[in-house]
């Protein structure tokens, strides 16, 4: 490998029993840190663990919003917001989203975050993964990864083989 070559992202493949469960400690780190009265999902990442964050809170009221990135999977780049949060969810709380939990799967480069923090500024920010650059925009996450490291979530995957991380041991 030369110098000049391109590190290689590290891959943490994530199966559904471990996300389950890294989704109930979210939610067990989140009960008693407020009444929450809504859920805002980011959609599509967010809508998993905030169907189970919702169950174990009891939390009956979920929305969505939707924003997007449009890149070839390395690098973000412009974002376009697909669906706002409905008034009703952003007036809770006496307004700016007081009493709302907002979940998603992972904040990577917080681009994403920063779009919903200005939506819903006084909302508590949950995430079960975490990266370096958007760690700080995040109020409650579960596991910190490196912002090099490539997650694989369940729904993105299917059974097949996996390289060892050493690839000189392949073979």
Not at 60 to 67: F, P
Not at 99 to 119: F, K, P, Q, S
Request: charged share 20%; proline share 6%; hydrophobic share 45%.
């Amino acid at each position: 490998m030369s110098d000049d070559a391109a590190p290689q992202a590290k891959a943490f493949p994530v199966s559904w029993d471990q996300f389950h469960r890294d989704a109930r400690a979210l939610a067990w780190r989140l009960s008693g840190q407020g009444e929450w009265q809504a859920i805002v999902c980011i959609t599509r990442g967010g809508l998993v663990p905030a169907a189970i964050v919702a169950r174990e809170l009891g939390i009956r009221v979920i929305e969505t919003v939707g924003v997007a990135s449009y890149h070839e999977y390395k690098e973000q780049g412009s974002m376009q917001v697909l669906k706002r949060v409905d008034p009703e969810i952003v007036a809770l709380g006496g307004g700016a989203g007081a009493g709302v939990l907002i979940i998603d799967d992972l904040v990577d480069t917080g681009a994403t975050a920063r779009i919903v923090r200005e939506m819903l500024p006084k909302a508590h920010f949950a995430t079960v993964y975490a990266k370096p650059k958007g760690r700080p925009l995040v109020d409650t996450f579960i596991t910190e990864v490196s912002q090099d490291t490539w997650i694989y979530f369940p729904w993105d995957m299917g059974l097949s083989f996996q390289p060892p991380i050493n690839q000189r041991s392949v073979g």
